[in-house]
């Protein structure tokens, strides 16, 4: 019974949110036939319309309220299927096991396509649900509009769920017991990491009916773009956050010991990010400066087409992943004609209602716009060659042609050459004048940070006595960063959340690059057999194997290895590494022991058995590799501070206010 209930209460939100969608169809008719009515009347008609949109307004809002709500019930609905062990619903039957831990079972609600779909869902209309929350500084048809184009995401999204990917299908007779979940998937990151992810990925879709909106206005007024940054800065805070949690997952669950493979479905996420990011830019040059109407629409329409471009190549097959969750290819083309329609719709709404253009301010070469304007090319360019290397092999492919991968030395010949421009611009932006070209002021302002990265750099080669033009680049880079982030504090100590979010996440990006410069400069890696009692040397350490031990759990069976590793006469760290077997599906896992510290991680993972005792073992030793997530915390924590900066809602109220609108401010 339940799981009907959830499946009717996701109907009956697909109809509230197709009626939300449909409220600012009505305030158009309502303000036209008022304007015929009176003969075209100057203050009757306008009155009369701003009256009846406050209305539909108050209406929308209560849809998007009860849109997500009602998902959330359909939500728990399929978790109490889980948690109850309902075999009679085929997604619980394909995806849960009566031995699998009630953690795993709660992860299992979005293990998978169908679930993941409804997770998808009902993060986009928790979307919904703030704007109509947060969105009264808008103007009222403006904030209408806003949320119809919401609501069309959240119906059209909807309709796929339920006609083509619905997870309340019944299976009957049901099964004795369930297929299990992935055993890859069995893990506690994988009950925060998909939520999280998706509330970044999802949360573009407010960029986008903003752009739907401001092309119904046919204008981008300065006091809206001011109250669009904070929902990019939350936005692409949580996708920051998501992609360091998948990171981090797989660097200790693959037993590969890598923090990220360019995996198409991992490019799918890092493209919002970077189109994210050059939104960000190009938004703080809009506020403080005006214009780059088109730019802004832009990025807007293109993070979220990135967005559903990632959903298209996670959930249709083309490619296959851990991280892909289907196999139907008639799915993948519901998914590419919702894209083509909704992609297309906002474009060819651009060419039917282009918008007119606010007078940017003229600026210089050398000037703050330039290079935040830089930045947002750099980044640009960077997510069309990830889009190009990830789309391309399955194109050829879908054409006829061979099966190719584009790996990981085509996509680091390509970004660093994109990347590490923009890291210099990033520290020296924010010293710039806004307007002014004056090259020896910013010269002389930035000389001490340069010199001090450049001694950090050479001292730090020194004394690892590892030389190489990119470990030294890297290395200066980062010290640039901590460097003119330094500067900004000592200069301007007293400065807002959002000047402290900025500088809170430039750190971020410092730490990240000096944690992947570590890894990729001095990592050492190993993978050799090993029989019980045998040793081997990894760097300053030795690593010896001392038993392999039958292992027992819930729902696997497997062995368990015993090791001790040492440097000169000091026991460092006594690891144990594994390998499962789960019962309930022929798959075995291995799961690497890691000891852990600021300064470097020895990981070691366990193989398959060589026979005559021995077995395979990867042994690796990773200078600084908790730095890389600690930094994209820092650059989340950064967006997330700067996002919560009152100087947004005070500015957007300000700036209505002062432009003298004929619409008043919505109740």
């Not at 752009?211 to 007024?221: D, H, I, K, S, T």
Request: hydrophobic residues 60%; contains cysteine.
């Amino acid at each position: 019974m339940i799981p009907e209930l959830a499946h009717f209460a996701a109907i009956l939100a697909l109809w509230i949110a197709l009626l939300q969608a449909l409220l600012p169809l009505r305030a158009g008719a309502a303000r036209s036939g008022a304007a015929g009515a009176d003969g075209g009347m100057a203050a009757g008609p306008s009155r009369a319309a701003e009256a009846r949109a406050a209305v539909l307004l108050q209406q929308a809002r209560r849809c998007a309220v009860a849109a997500c709500a009602l998902l959330a019930l359909s939500l728990a609905g399929l978790a109490w299927s889980f948690v109850a062990l309902d075999f009679s619903v085929r997604y619980v039957a394909n995806h849960s096991h009566s031995t699998l831990p009630l953690a795993y079972r709660v992860a299992a609600v979005w293990g998978s396509h169908e679930g993941s779909m409804l997770l998808w869902l009902l993060v986009l209309a928790l979307w919904g649900a703030a704007v109509a929350r947060f969105s009264r500084s808008l103007p009222t048809l403006f904030a209408l509009r806003l949320l119809g184009g919401l609501g069309l995401l959240v119906a059209a999204f909807g309709l796929y769920v339920l006609l083509a990917s619905s997870p309340f299908t019944r299976l009957l007779p049901p099964p004795a017991d369930g297929a299990d979940l992935n055993a890859l998937l069995q893990d506690p990151a994988m009950v925060v990491h998909p939520p999280a992810l998706y509330l970044g990925y999802v949360g573009f879709a407010v960029p986008f009916a903003f752009a739907l909106a401001v092309l119904w206005e046919r204008e981008l007024q300065p006091q809206w773009a001011r109250w669009l940054r904070p929902w990019v800065l939350v936005s692409w805070a949580l996708l920051s956050l998501g992609i360091g949690l998948g990171s981090a997952w797989a660097y200790y669950v693959l037993g590969w010991g890598g923090w990220w493979f360019w995996d198409p479905v991992e490019n799918a996420a890092l493209l919002p990010w970077l189109v994210g990011t050059a939104l960000l830019h190009v938004l703080a040059v809009a506020q403080r400066r005006g214009g780059q109407t088109a730019a802004v629409l832009l990025l807007c329409i293109g993070g979220f087409a990135l967005a559903l471009v990632g959903t298209f190549i996670v959930r249709s097959g083309v490619v296959t992943s851990v991280h892909a969750f289907a196999s139907d290819p008639r799915r993948g083309l519901f998914i590419l004609a919702l894209v083509a329609a909704l992609i297309g719709g906002a474009l060819a709404l651009w060419a039917l209602r282009p918008p007119r253009a606010a007078a940017a301010t003229a600026h210089a070469l050398l000037s703050r716009e330039t290079l935040l304007l830089s930045n947002l090319l750099l980044m640009a360019v960077a997510a069309a060659s990830v889009l190009l290397a990830t789309l391309y092999p399955m194109a050829l492919e879908a054409l006829g042609g061979a099966r190719i991968s584009v790996g990981a030395p085509y996509f680091e010949a390509v970004m660093l050459p994109l990347l590490a421009p923009a890291v210099f611009l990033m520290g020296a932006a924010p010293f710039a004048a806004w307007g002014r070209a004056a090259a020896r002021p910013l010269a002389h302002r930035l000389r001490w940070a340069a010199a001090a990265s450049a001694v950090a750099a050479g001292a730090a080669m020194a004394l690892l006595g590892h030389w190489s033009p990119l470990f030294g680049l890297g290395l200066w880079l980062a010290g640039w960063i901590f460097a003119t982030t330094l500067q900004q504090v000592l200069h301007q100590p007293r400065a807002g959340r959002a000047a402290w979010g900025m500088r809170l996440a430039h750190l971020g990006v410092g730490v990240f690059v000096l944690g992947v410069c570590a890894v990729k400069g001095l990592e050492v890696e190993r993978e050799l057999p090993l029989a019980v009692g045998d040793g081997a040397a990894l760097g300053p350490y030795r690593v010896q194997l001392l038993a392999v031990q039958p292992l027992q759990g819930v729902n696997h069976d497997g062995v368990q290895a015993r090791v001790e590793v040492w440097r000169g006469t000091e026991l460092v760290a006594q690891l144990s590494p594994q390998r499962r077997a789960f019962r309930a599906q022929d798959q075995t896992l291995a799961v690497p022991a890691i000891d852990r510290s600021p300064w470097r991680d020895l990981y070691v993972a366990l193989g398959d058995p060589l026979g005559a005792g021995r077995w395979a073992v990867r042994l690796q030793l990773k200078p600084m590799v908790n730095w890389i997530w600690a930094g994209v915390l820092l650059m989340a924590l950064g967006g997330a501070l700067a996002a919560l900066d009152a100087q947004y809602r005070r500015r957007a109220v300000a700036a209505q206010a002062g432009a003298g609108a004929p619409q008043r401010r919505a109740a």
